[in-house]
């Protein structure tokens, strides 16, 4: 076991039997007693790591073999989004060599090289790529949303990854949310907020702006107003509470007026909402 256990630890938890014929009896008799498990077909791992995300998507690239490229909901994972949702490991692949199977889901079509960044001896789609990949399906918005917050990608770069796959089942969809996300959202509750600004036709705003220190959502900075969209998640605990209103006074004393919104308010009190913003905009 220390042969294979060192072969194990150098493959990140995980090693394909193709490339060590020379230990096949060995992983026969532990795979036999229990001390491996096979995740995939040939791809071995230790029991205790069967359920590790980051080792099931090893053990699928493994499986898969040379011309491979982790997508999706994975690749956001290895890249940008660490909390992205569970799902399938999926996997690009030019040939028909493989076919999905027990969590994999491989699709036949070739990644433009410009869009694939190797990590050793692994390739992933670039995180816009990865973000537009997305975009046909749940996950789309939030993936955009949160690609944009990171910085790991720009609105145009997306754009590019979309005009080099033309064609793709899903396209319209994609186009359809890179549209919508031209003001450039961090969050579903923001994207909200814009969809409610345009929809009235308020201009003269900006979003994730920097003002004195601080990232503030929607900035007017001829009005110095700043619209605050605060969804529970970052701003529901202790810690949150206490930071926004030392964030909200410093704000006030440089000049600004602050109005607050919550993303329940936005979907079911939009008129108010929007009431507000004209009162303090004077229109």
Known sequence: MDEVGERLRAG???????????????????????????PLPGV?????????????????LVWAGPGAV??????????????????PVTLALPTTTKRSCAGVVVERRRVPPELVLTRGAWAVT????????LASGPHGGPAIDEALRTGAATLAQMWEAFRLQPGRPGNPAREAL???????????????????????????WKSNRLVGGYW?????????????????????GRQAFEDDRVR???LVLAGYRVL??????????????????HTALGR
Request: net charge negative; hydrophobic share 40%.
């Open 70 to 87: 982790l997508t999706g909901l994975a690749a956001a994972r290895t890249t940008f989004w660490p909390a992205a949702p569970a799902g």
């Open 248 to 250: 909200r006074n410093a």
């Open 178 to 204: 890179l549209h919508d996300s031209r003001d450039e959202p961090w969050s579903e509750a923001e994207r909200e907020g814009h969809r409610l600004l345009r929809a009235a036709g308020i201009v003269g």
């Open 216 to 236: 503030v959502d929607v900035l007017f900075a001829r009005d110095r107003l700043i619209l605050e969209i605060d969804g529970w998640a970052a701003h529901g």
């Open 44 to 60: 071995y791992c230790p029991p205790e790591l069967s359920g590790d995300p980051g080792v099931a998507t090893r053990a699928a």
């Open 12 to 38: 990140g938890g995980v090693l394909a039997r193709r490339d060590h014929r020379d230990l096949s009896g060995t992983l026969d008799r532990l795979l036999r007693t229990g001390q491996l498990v096979s």
């Open 126 to 133: 670039q995180p816009w790529a990865t973000a537009v990949d």
């Open 260 to 277: 607050n919104f919550t993303w329940r308010q936005l979907q079911d009190e939009p008129a108010w909402v929007l009431s507000c913003i």
